[in-house]
């Protein structure tokens, strides 16, 4: 069975989020924590959480700062943000320290649902209205292509795998694609984000359009 680790200090919207979760399926547990504290001490305790859901306006150590901390633990333990505060600014910031997805409170609980899956699935949710011109929903922009192989000391294979990471792709899809084994495709995963010195996909896009805007520059 899997867990979901839903870190909120509104009892409502925390109450709701769970139920929303419920449509994943019985296979998918949920878990509540008021704010950071209690959400480490619940993965501190041993709970095998695959996916954490987090506000920003937390009391004590805010939603950024429990961000940064879990991306120091463990950087492959995916983290989408939920909350009210949903500007360009707020959103770029969040994805940028390395949360998988950002859902607004004011989103549909479809939207949420929407994506918690993308994200499971290995993907990057960024918000409708933050989205590239001709961005496909729940997608980040193909118009973002990697570098060349001997930039970043990458494989032709490993290549391959970050042009299709870099059309938003989960690694099911990467694996369908290539014939690979979606293990294989971890694998290669793992190994980009360690050649770009980064520790997450919304990091890898971030690195690859910074070094577009250079060399356009």
């Known amino acids: 069975m ?4 839903i870190v909120e200090d509104h009892a409502l919207v925390r109450e709701g989020m769970a139920q929303t979760l419920a449509r994943l399926g019985a296979e998918w547990c949920v878990i509540e924590a008021s704010d950071a504290a209690q959400a480490l001490a ?13 506000d ?10 429990l961000l940064a901390t879990l991306r120091e633990r463990d950087p492959s333990l995916p983290v989408v943000v939920v909350s009210a505060l949903s500007d360009k ?14 859902v607004s409170k004011g989103d549909s609980g479809d939207q949420l649902v929407q994506a918690v899956r993308l994200v ?7 918000p409708p209205e ?28 490993q290549t391959r795998v970050l042009h299709l990471l870099a059309e938003g792709r989960s ?21 980009i984000f360690k050649a ?3 520790t997450s996909r919304a990091q890898v896009l971030i690195a690859l359009a910074q070094r577009g805007t250079r060399r356009e520059g």
């Open 2 to 5: 899997g867990c979901l680790l």
């Open 42 to 54: 619940v993965i501190d305790g041993g709970a095998e959480v695959d996916l954490v859901l987090t």
């Open 56 to 65: 920003l306006m937390l009391p004590g150590m805010n939603g950024f700062s």
């Open 89 to 102: 600014a707020t959103v770029s910031r969040a994805m940028r320290q390395g949360a998988s997805g950002f």
């Open 120 to 126: 499971l699935d290995g993907g990057l949710y960024i």
């Open 130 to 157: 933050r989205r590239p011109p001709n961005a496909r929903a729940g997608r980040t922009s193909a118009t973002i292509r990697p570098s060349p192989a001997d930039d970043y000391g990458l494989t032709q294979a």
């Open 171 to 191: 690694n099911r899809e990467i694996a369908e694609s290539l014939g690979l084994a979606e293990g294989t495709v971890k694998v290669h995963v793992t190994r």
């Open 196 to 198: 770009m010195k980064v």
